[in-house]
């Protein structure tokens, strides 16, 4: 039997300290904040989006970095065995579109109340309001960790499960990768992820609120295709948001510092540029004598109607019986290639997840352990790990939680 430390109380880290309590390790949870699991109480909208329901082989799919390496992790602990254990645990769940699973009772809080049932069913010691301040390693072992408060606490094995840098009032500082670094590991490029885009349109603002639902979207640079997808997406006051936004700057987070790319949206994505032209003449002939301005309300949500009318560049006093072929041509290509020019990511404080993180290549896929420190494991978000939005970055979270939990001999 070890002495065991999980530096945080997130997803990783109580999933790390509940598998290894099971195996009959003391074990110790320090978390620097006033409770457990901050940032799950926040997730999926305050829901939780525990898992994905998806094939095992799936997920891999779903994970934008090093995916490979989580081949253990998910076969050592799967989707199927997240589920398992919620509701073995009494937790009802259910899948929604997407095969996204949550809680059926809508609330992220019962979530973690069956995570806190499991960490005390195994008698896992969990200490609040605990910084660690530093690891302590002697001839590459691990012998413990040094509290802000200057006292040190011993043991063999240490999990660091620390986050990353998104959502900084949960707690997630980058105490990880401070670790990591002087514990002799690299850390690489830490970027946002899953995160909100700006756009350089000033008339953006005029769409502030404004939801486009079943829309499809075009990224490029240098008109080199980058990314497409179809779905949901939000306007903000400075750019573009809701989870087809998210998901897509995690597929161009390379281009980070490459910017500016241009996106174009497809408004009526059901529609091929033909039947457009065809329903656009259908609604002119029914408000031939009517202004333009008035007769594309059938089109278009309201809050979208003076931007259209001002992007179309036709005048909106005009009467549509006046509006030529070629005018109304380049009104159906403004709908389907509805166009943006995304100028930067928002920052970490908006940011889902942190893209970048300890580097894989130092760490056995098979246990979680540094191949430079004994008795060291790294697990989650401080990884160099993403996926996309679906439950796939929980998923990772709780993988690899378990496989660093149940390596610990």
């Known amino acids: ?118 960490l005390e069913k195994h008698g896992v010691e969990i200490r609040l309001h605990s910084e660690v301040k530093e690891l302590k390693i002697e001839d590459n072992q691990i012998e413990g960790v040094i509290l802000s408060n200057g006292k040190t606490l011993e043991a063999k094995q240490v999990i660091v499960a620390t986050g990353g840098c998104s959502y900084v009032s949960t707690g997630s500082t980058g105490d990880g990768y401070r670790f990591a670094k002087e514990a002799g590991h690299t850390v690489t490029k830490l970027h946002p992820a899953l995160v909100p885009l700006e756009v350089e349109e000033s008339w953006i603002q005029k769409l502030q609120g404004l939801s486009l639902k079943n829309v499809s979207i075009e990224i490029e640079k240098d008109g080199k295709k980058l990314y497409e997808a179809f779905g949901e997406m939000l306007f903000t006051h400075y750019g573009v948001s809701g989870p087809l936004i998210l998901s897509a700057s995690s597929a161009i987070n390379d281009y980070i510092e490459k910017m500016p790319l241009q996106m174009t949206i497809d408004l009526k994505p059901a529609l091929t540029e033909e039947q457009l032209d065809k329903r656009i003449l259908r609604d002119f002939e029914e408000n031939q004598n009517r202004q333009y301005k008035n007769a594309v309300q059938k089109l278009f949500p309201a809050k979208l109607i003076p931007v259209m009318i001002r992007l179309s560049g036709i005048s909106p006093e005009k009467k549509v019986n006046e509006i030529t072929k070629e005018e109304r041509q380049h009104l159906v290509k403004m709908i389907k290639h509805f166009p943006l020019t995304l100028s930067h990511f928002r920052d970490f404080n908006e940011a889902i997840i942190t893209r970048g993180g300890v580097s894989v290549k130092q760490i056995n896929p098979s246990t979680m352990e540094s191949k430079l420190v004994n008795g060291l494991f790294f697990v989650g978000e401080v990884l160099d790990l993403d996926a996309l939005t679906g439950g796939f970055n929980l998923q990772i979270a709780w993988s690899t939680g378990y496989l660093a939990g149940d390596s610990i001999k």
Do not use: W
Not at 8 to 30: P, R, S, T
Not at 53 to 70: G, H, I, P, Y
Not at 74 to 89: A, I, K, L, P, R
């Open 1 to 118: 039997m070890s002495n065991v430390i999980v530096i945080g109380g997130g997803a990783a880290g109580m999933f790390a300290a509940i598998q290894a309590a099971e195996k009959g390790h003391k074990v110790v949870l320090l978390e620097k904040n006033e409770k457990l699991g901050k940032k799950i109480y926040i997730t999926g909208k305050g829901r939780c989006n525990i898992t994905n329901a998806c094939d095992t082989e799936e997920l891999f799919q779903n994970v934008m970095r090093n995916s490979k390496f989580l081949y253990s992790a998910f076969y050592t602990f799967s989707n199927y065995q997240v589920m398992d254990f919620f509701e073995q645990n009494g937790l009802r769940i259910k899948t929604e579109r997407g095969e996204r699973v949550f809680p059926q009772s809508d609330h992220s809080s019962d979530v973690i109340a069956v995570l806190k049932r499991a």
